[in-house]
């Protein structure tokens, strides 16, 4: 599997029809290894970018250690994920972090 299309499973978006139009995102504390899930709203998030595209950074806190967390996402004009970078914290897939922790 490519990159590319690593990074489009990540983000893919199941919802046909554009209901919602937001883009949602997963992130796992490093320390406490909780989940969280974003919603990030394209009209009040999503930033543009000078050179075409779009940019988010998000702070994120999960609700065990309350450590923040700092998103980052570049998308390219058709909000595909160009890069993608969490301080504190990893980016899950949504089937990650719909599966619970093993026992
Ligand atoms: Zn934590």
Do not use: W
């Amino acid at each position: 599997m490519g990159l590319l299309e690593k990074l489009g499973s990540l983000f893919g978006s199941k919802t046909a029809g554009g209901a919602d139009d937001a883009i949602h995102i997963y992130v796992e504390c490093e320390r406490c290894k909780a989940k969280v899930h974003v919603r990030l709203d394209r009209r009040h998030d999503i930033s543009a970018r000078e050179d075409g595209g779009y940019f988010v950074r998000k702070e994120v806190m999960d609700s065990k250690c309350f450590r923040l967390m700092a998103a980052e996402i570049t998308f390219d004009s058709a909000y595909r994920i160009q890069g993608k970078e969490c301080q504190g914290g990893r980016f899950l897939t949504q089937e990650e972090f719909d599966t619970p922790p093993r026992a």
